[in-house]
């Protein structure tokens, strides 16, 4: 898979602007503020469905402006594609694949195929449980359609819920009819995300490792609400357990308390929790092992390569994981933002603007 071209119209800083680019390394030079990273965010559209700096789709939009669009011609699969994204302030998105325009996000992600890798991505070791589920969701979107829409599916009833609990007088039979097709639908959802977690833990201490020269160990240990339960239906059963007994808790505080919405994977170097305890050098490391293993586990699951994003990324890394990287993405499309200093990466210098 490969981008050819992206034109924007309207996106953040830019009125009209497109760029070609090459099937190998591609630098966007220049300095800060001239909207390198906006063209990432562009790209990354149509591989997560929406901005991966967590943005609303107005704030994308050109200040002045009503309305935004974005275009990526790609190759994949010995032919050429085009998708479309209009953007506006008053209405939901508008996305189109080769001309016609597509009505679900199920039909629509796992089209294109990208991992992008940003200096926040530290959150995945550092930061709160929602950057790890963002993660996995994404990852998981892109390579299984279907999840898609279970994931939307289980977050209308998780609203609908929750605008429950928070009225004047909760309802508690129509709680417990929520949480009847919540255990369901989340026991899917953790399920799903177990085993995405088995294989991308394998995939990514292999990683790690071969990134330290074998002299570190790393493990990454899934976490949910259910425990231990297996399947589909045990998974249920836990779910439904625990929603009964924390029901009169989530109506004295009028918000949903559990379920597959707390789900979170840990991070442990060498036996110790790398929030915790390990060093920058460690979960930079580390991070980058998660992000190469969404890549990796991607291009296993479809049998076709992805593009890779980098905003910003070598600044943040020292000569030995510069040139990890780089070895690790060779043969493959990758993307990067950077100041001045391209003559490290090589390929084809870009400057926006």
């Not at 508690?172 to 929520?178: E, M, R, S, T």
């Amino acid at each position: 898979m490969k981008v050819n071209s992206v034109t924007v119209c309207n996106f953040r800083n830019y009125g009209d602007f497109s760029v070609s680019f090459d099937s190998g390394i591609n630098v966007l030079c220049g300095k800060n503020g001239i909207g390198k990273t906006n063209l990432l965010e562009g790209i990354f559209l149509f591989a997560g469905g929406k901005s991966f700096r967590g943005a609303k789709d107005r704030e994308m939009i050109r200040f002045g402006c009503e309305n935004a669009a974005v275009r990526l011609n790609f190759d994949t699969g010995g032919s050429t594609n085009e998708l479309e994204a209009r953007l506006f302030r008053g209405q939901k998105k508008q996305l189109f694949k080769n001309g016609f325009q597509v009505t679900r996000l199920s039909e629509y992600l796992g089209l294109f195929r990208a991992v992008v890798f940003t200096p926040d991505h530290m959150d995945l070791v550092k930061g709160a449980p929602e950057s790890r589920r963002r993660f996995l969701d994404i990852a998981m979107c892109q390579s299984f359609p279907r999840y898609v829409a279970l994931l939307s599916e289980y977050n209308k009833l998780l609203f609908q819920k929750s605008a429950c609990l928070k009225s004047e007088a909760p309802d508690g039979l129509l709680i417990d009819i929520y949480n009847e097709k919540l255990a369901t639908l989340g026991a899917s959802i953790t399920k799903s995300r177990r085993s995405f977690v088995a294989r991308l833990a394998k995939k990514a201490s292999e990683i790690y490792s071969d990134m330290t020269s074998g002299g570190e160990s790393m493990k990454i240990s899934f976490l949910t609400q259910a425990g231990d339960a297996d399947g589909s239906d045990g998974l249920a059963k836990s779910y439904l357990t625990l929603f009964e007994s924390k029901k009169e808790s989530e109506i004295q505080r009028k918000c949903c308390l559990c379920g597959a919405q707390r789900d979170d994977f840990s991070v442990h170097i060498k036996d110790r929790n790398a929030k915790l305890y390990a060093s920058q050098g460690q979960q930079r490391s580390a991070v980058l092992s998660l992000k190469l293993a969404e890549g990796a586990l991607s291009e296993d699951y479809t049998g076709d390569t992805c593009v890779y994003l980098l905003d910003d990324i070598l600044s943040e890394l020292d000569r030995s994981r510069q040139e990890f990287i780089l070895e690790r993405l060779c043969g493959r499309q990758f993307i990067i933002t950077c100041c001045e200093d391209t003559e490290r990466v090589g390929g084809k210098v870009i400057r926006p603007g």
